[in-house]
């Protein structure tokens, strides 16, 4: 008989709804449960493409023995960690200090006023590897609450407590500085192994924000250290099993088994990984023109597009790490990935079965598991993809389609799916793709239409939505700054002004719902659900956190309105980043890199002429290949009388909405010209893409 999760809409959550276990979700009932019958509360954290949390779930929760148990003991709760990203953050933060580590699935105990006071991530049904059993666990919890209830009392106490007192602050310190920036690629110099192009560490994450920080420091100092960095670290991607070299797009991350040896991927797929590496492969082409780096970027496009993408234009979260092996017909991690030289030839036959093992690395005796291999490019020489290895692709691509698919979590994230809109919009204009750019307003539209709800005149984000229905949950700082980043690329891509408004609103309520009057940014709004912690966190984890993704939609909607407050905003939050970026670089990648907008000015551009104008064209196009960090665009024809005022509406994009940066533009000799201004101070208008692009260039200190 299925519990309470079976009305929820998070696939993570649905798939405990036949659990033996008597789940309940996140709310009040389940607490005001706990103290009706006396008993603790079992918090277990996680999401639905992890790994671990399908393995402890098939060893414990769907075990009737350990399921009564727990039905008897203990209220049980299942949370969704990409739907309440606020609850996983405060009592992962508990787990973190009382073990030094955390991860998924995450499991704490608590009391019924939601006060922790045991800690754990996995439990294996019985003990090993220094770790004791869950039913062990399940015991010794059960045991403390009925006969030393005081102690826990206190302890559960003091954890509050010490977590309540975490409050940080926006900082003193001023503004991050060149020398700032200097000291954090310096730390960031020796975190890195020259041989491998990797940060050095066994356990290797995709270090999106950190690229993106390195190029544009790049373009701003001219730093060829920081380039050189960023083509190791993508190439060394690139080229390992961490890119699935079939149908593109990135696993979660790769592990070093032993020296020498290949690495091997975590197989789940991540929405907001894929994201963020496709717009940082598409700068590095910008950057340098390097070819791998345009195909990964578009080949990672359209991997979102073909396999994440929702039939209501937004796009999934995850892919399952797991699947269905056919030879032996249980879900393992990899099954859909891996080859062996045999199915190598069958899907190509001998003539292209024994190159293509050797190209892609596929042994005998295997790289992965079961004599199977994940498939990476040489690691040494030129990136080879000419047409019998493009064709080779296209084959295998199609033969795999028939295996079994992992399974896909389609709750739609709004942070994530801001991330995809400025991916695939700044891809569609780089490299000519006007369907990127339609997939990514198509996405931007149903985030307006489903997740930006407009209650009795008052406007919130939403966090989650699935098969066209909204969430309950409401978004977090994350949400309001990457979508408003989604709609700011977009705006500069397509020239629509609605983006540019829809952008404010959500700076807007930043500014009214989450920052504090010393510019300190939480990651919850100030009237959302009480925790036992306001949850706020300004460094980077597997996506740029909240508080510099804010800083850095508030600096960019600045630049293009010249609002005061919204830079002043960005200015004050930016101070976290003078602290913590030359100690932790790796970890604050994102607010370093606003940063470096900010030292940059950002530079404002707008381009005035007709849409129809090829030359027109050619000036925005140059616009937006311009390197300088952070640079906003607009681009319309010549301003009519007054601009167009406040959001079109909940319901979409509406009519024409002009930009405040083209009021007062005027054409050169009836030509289409773009006007490039940073700090106050503009450049000479140019009609000519050519002084345009050195406008926009490499700045040398």
Known sequence: MPNRL????SPYLLQHADNPVDWWPWEAGAFEEARRRGVPVFLSVGYSSCHWCHVMAHESFEDGDTAAYMNEHFVSVKVDREERPDVDAVYMEAVQAATGQ???????????????????TYFPPEARHGMPSFRQVLEGVHSAWTSRRDEVGEVAGKITRDLAGRVLSAGDGGMPTEETQALALLQLTRDVDPASGWFKGDTKFPPSMVIEFLLRHHARAGSVAALEMVEGLCGAMARSSLYDQVGGGFHRYVLTPRAGAPLVPHFEKMLYDNALLCRAYAHLWRATGSDLARRVALETADFMVRELRTGQGGFASALDADSEDPASGRHVEGAYYVWTPAQLREVLGEADGEPAAAYFGVSEEGTFEHGTSVLQLPQAGPVVDGERIAGIRERLLAARAERPAPGRDDKVVAAWNGLVIAALAECGAYFERPDLVERATEAADLLVRLHLDVTDGRARLLRTSKDGVAGANAGVLEDYGDVAEGFLALASVTGEGVWLDFAGLLCDLVLDLFTAQDGTLYDTAHDAEKLIRRPQDPTDNAAPSGWTAAAGALLSYAAHTGSQAHRTAAERALAVVHALGPRAPRF????????????????????????????????HRTALLGTAPGAVVAVGSLPSAGLAAGPAGAGGAGGAVEFPLLAERTLVRDLPTAYVCRHFVCARPTTDPVELAGQLGTVHP
Do not use: C, K, N
Request: net charge negative.
């Open 588 to 619: 604050i990648g994102h607010g370093l890199a606003v940063a470096e907008a900010l030292l940059d000015g950002p530079r404002e551009v707008a381009v005035v002429g007709h849409p129809e104008d090829p030359a027109t064209a050619a000036l």
């Open 102 to 120: 955390g991860g998924w699935p995450m499991s704490v105990f608590m009391t019924p006023d939601g006060e922790p006071f045991y800690f754990g």
């Open 6 to 9: 079976a009305q929820a809409t």
